[in-house]
């Protein structure tokens, strides 16, 4: 015999995001994070004007180790709800028996993680775990976000999105400097002050003599001038024009994509915290409407009618009583009309509202 379907075997629930499975989003998220910091700390910054650097690198460094902390809080707490973590790796994993309960959570009692969970805590399918609390499960975190770490969960998505503004503002602004004042700006100074002091022009002559078969050589070292064209370098390497703009706009379109969706994924939240709501409450909600909606739009589309009484061939030749329509496959076949289509229902006995008349224009037309 085949196994029964309605009992599931449950797999052992996940503490935090460090727990495996580990998802892919998760090393996405701390790639980003290692790619921004490298680029911001190794070549942004020691690219700016030198009264700038210091507040480049205590800003953005604050940010970075803010981030760093509740990104990492983040993913380790565990969320679940308080009689969850109490029983944690005191049962084997549970069997659920879907004939038995409807529901996994039911008056308040799981009937996976077999305790008594508070009234806003759900059970999540990807931790197997209920959660106080439950806002929704982070696949870039790897965990789910509740009442325990949701506040840690805003954090990392603020300090992420002004870090990125401030990694792009710098971006934006050495790339324009490049076309507005790259013979003789300050703002690019340093990539010239680089050239300066590593490159030096030596000119060497020199001629032999036949006699004494000894060669005489003239050094001669000329200082780089203001006007000299920079000299661009990353990770110290001398790299040409072409190489570090394309770094400059690489980074900045990463950085203006990851704006964009942290700055939704903040203000959607915002708007959530506004109404009272979480994000699975938002989503229960807007499942609950589309079904009401759907619900009377079937409503609509559904016509009873009732007999049609007896009447003279003139008054239905006139229009006067709605033509009955009987056949189950095609209830439109009475009136030729299409508009019948709209009541196609094969159990129910269908009168067509359109009359001849209608009918006779529409053809025509």
């Known amino acids: 015999m085949g196994a029964d379907t309605n009992v599931e075997v449950q797999q052992p629930s996940r503490e935090n995001g ?27 910054v020691p690219g700016l004007p030198v009264e700038w650097q210091t507040a480049g690198y205590v800003v953005q460094g604050i940010l970075f180790l803010a981030h760093f902390i509740v990104h990492l809080m983040a993913c380790t707490v565990n969320p679940a709800d308080v009689n969850v973590i109490k029983k944690a790796g005191k049962t084997p ?13 039911e008056n308040d ?8 969970v508070g009234p806003k805590s759900k059970h999540c399918s990807a931790c197997n ?4 609390d439950f806002d929704h499960h982070c696949k870039w975190l790897n965990n789910c976000v509740g009442g325990r770490n949701y506040k840690l969960f805003i954090l990392t998505l603020v300090t992420a999105l002004v870090g990125c503004l401030l990694i792009l503002t710098l971006c934006i602004l050495q790339f324009v400097a490049y076309y507005t004042d790259k013979s003789d700006g300050h703002i690019l100074q340093q990539y010239r002050d680089y050239l300066s002091s590593t490159t030096t022009s030596v000119l060497t002559t020199g001629y032999s003599n036949s006699t004494t078969d000894t060669t005489v050589s003239t050094v001669s070292t000329a200082t780089v001038p203001y006007e000299t ?4 370098h990353i990770f110290y390497a001398s790299v040409p024009d072409e190489a570090w703009l394309a770094v400059l706009g690489i980074t900045a379109v990463l950085a203006l994509i990851t704006i964009i969706l942290l700055g939704h994924l903040l203000g959607f939240h915002i708007y959530l915290r506004c109404n009272g ?19 009377d739009e079937s409503q609509d589309e559904v ?36 508009k019948c289509a709209k009541i196609s229902v094969p159990t129910i006995t269908l009168s067509c509202s359109v009359k001849r008349q209608n009918v006779r224009q529409e053809n025509e037309k």
């Open 129 to 132: 775990k209920c959660v106080s």
């Open 109 to 116: 009692h799981c009937y996976i993680c077999e305790v008594e």
């Open 229 to 232: 064209p920079l000299l661009f």
């Open 277 to 295: 709501l979480t994000f699975y409450e938002h989503i229960q909600k807007t499942r609950s409407k589309k079904q009401e909606s759907s619900n």
């Open 18 to 44: 460090w727990s495996c499975p580990p998802h892919p989003l998760q090393f996405v998220a701390w790639g980003f994070i290692i790619f921004f910091g490298v680029i911001h700390f190794v070549i942004l």
């Open 303 to 338: 016509i009873e009618l009732g007999h049609v009484g007896v009447a003279s061939q003139s008054s239905v030749e006139n229009g006067e009583i709605p033509i009955p329509c009987s056949s189950e496959e095609k209830p439109y076949q009475c009136c030729g009309s299409v």
């Open 93 to 105: 994993a549970a069997i659920f028996d879907r004939t038995l309960h409807a529901h996994v959570i």
